[in-house]
């Protein structure tokens, strides 16, 4: 009976299978016109957002004649790992080796964003499980901290820096860091809703806040942890030192970066090499991580 | 066990006495690294601008008190702080709502995806916002050789036979500074919006389709934007705050100082003076003045927002 009866799956047409691919996840209260005219508009947009990304790929990948032909050309024809060793011997020539901006980074990164991760969960599980004097007021100086940024703080930092005497040195960039306070506030918000009756139970088993913390709570807020890292490691990998270092052998890359950008056009192939790399390590993290970040960020919202 | 959560025994009443007591020393001690920190880098920074708004500084010198001097300067005699004012107001007024409102719309597109696509479509909005200093590459797209491709393009078309100095041009800099922004608008706010669109409890739609909610654009108004009014919140926090702050991009792509100042903002102006004039009194004047700009504007959209469906 079954084998006779056709099978209409089969006969699917390809516009049907590509609205299979795409079809709306929630069908309730959707049209197929609306369903169409939303993915064309959002795929005009998601070309507007990819453009520049996969020309910084295709320009890193591009030999010097291609660089330069007119009308310039989005796609690269020939690879070649030219630029990529021209930065190699760009920056080995130069006074600081690349090698020390690449440690500087990778230091100032990983230092700050693990001691951000680990101080700004500390701080969180008291404001998120515990109410005691000072709470409510700690919470909502962490809230209007979101509303002004570093600018605003810049100046006075600098006079602050200057007399704690922590001028050029790795420091400066990872003490503000550890103190983030966009990570405090999404990891207070994510603690909230670990129920109490874990906390309680542990407590009345003889347990103390710090085992209480490092035990039971730490280990439920993962997806948390990795959130952090990334808000974290995203704003240190792009940090130039600025106004805090001086010193050549102290300053990341993307100070290295902005130098190299500043020589020209004849770097053009060299810049769209060291973009790449600049960009392709957050963009992996954020790959890896995506589906914890999501589930952290549910929790981001202001309550009142 | 959730029974006897609602009415404490004596017994648990005094097991709780006994938590509230033991607790807080430890608590306090949890909190002290973070906000030792928070203090000394956010927090004191903040007091100490207010007092060196009302001095004289240059670093070398000890400060010297100037009064209400940095301010009257300020705004009866900078003619560049007026313009770096017009301008921080245009970058932020286009450049916040739009923002806000895009991140808001393609959260609600990336949403009506399945997961895999979805996972896809967020990265690549999300991706110009975390790729470090990636938009140098505007400055290559607006060069103003024919090498630059916008030129290149519009001399291929025809459309002009010379190529135009984009980035030397003070009507067309606040637009590029404008669209670059744009283009790196879709952060933190956007992820806060793909996330709260998905904790939207589910069968609020089933029971909205049965009431005879007939279309999507219903379905957003009555049920998705009133249970996300806690993202809602966060992201108008996030987007006032980085749309008042404009600086950097306006520095990398036009250029510091930038030609008639047409990219110049309070933030840029605020750098020119502290770390350029070294003039760190007249910099915390303007600092203070950002500072209650930013928390001003804020907590003004916060009880906007607040008043949504209500």
Redesign the interface.
Known sequence: MNAAKPRPQKQKSLAKRLMNVIKPANSLNRSVGGDIVLLIVMLVFATFSAYPMVFIISNAFKPFNELFIFPPQLFVRNPTLDNFIDLINLMADSWIPLTRYVFNTLLITVVGTVGHVVLASMAAYPLAKHTFKGSEALSKIIVYSLMFNASVTAIPGYVIMTRLGLIDTYLAIILPAFAFSLGLYLMKNFMVQIPTVYIESAYIDGGNHFQIFWKIVMPLVKPAWLTLTILSFQALWGATGGQYIYDESLKPLSYALSQIAGGGIGRTGVVAAISLFMMTVPVIIFVLSQASIIQTMAHSGIKE | ?QLS?DKPSREQKR?ARK?EFH??K??????F???S??F???????A??LV?AFTYFN?LEMPTWAGWENYRKLFFEDDVFMVAIKNTVLFAVVTGPIGYF?AFL?AW???????K???V????????S????????????F?G???G?LN??L??LGITTEPIQWLQNPTYIPIIIILVQL?MS?G?SF??F???L??VD?TL??A??VDG????W??LWFITLPS???????SA??Q???SL?I?EVAM?VAGFPSVENAGHTI?TH??YH??IAFE?GY??AI?TL??FV??GS??LV?KML?RVGT
């Open positions: 066990m959560h097991l938590i607790k807080n430890e608590l306090y001690v949890l909190m690294p973070y906000f920190l928070f000394v880098f956010t927090v004191l920074p903040v100490v601008s060196l670093v895009a393609f597109f990336v949403n009506e995806l399945k997961p696509i979805r996972a479509m967020t990265l690549i909005f999300y991706a110009p975390i790729s470090g200093g990636a938009y140098i590459i505007w400055r290559l797209l060069s050789d024919m090498y491709y290149a393009f001399i291929n283009w879709l933190v992820l806060a793909v996330a709260g998905q904790s589910r739609y089933e909205a389709a909610i007939k279309n999507r219903q379905e996300m009014k806690p993202q809602l919140m966060f926090v996030i006032i705050t980085s702050a600086s990398q933030v605020l750098i502290g770390s760190l910099a915390s600092a950002l500072f930013m928390l804020n907590l916060q607040r």
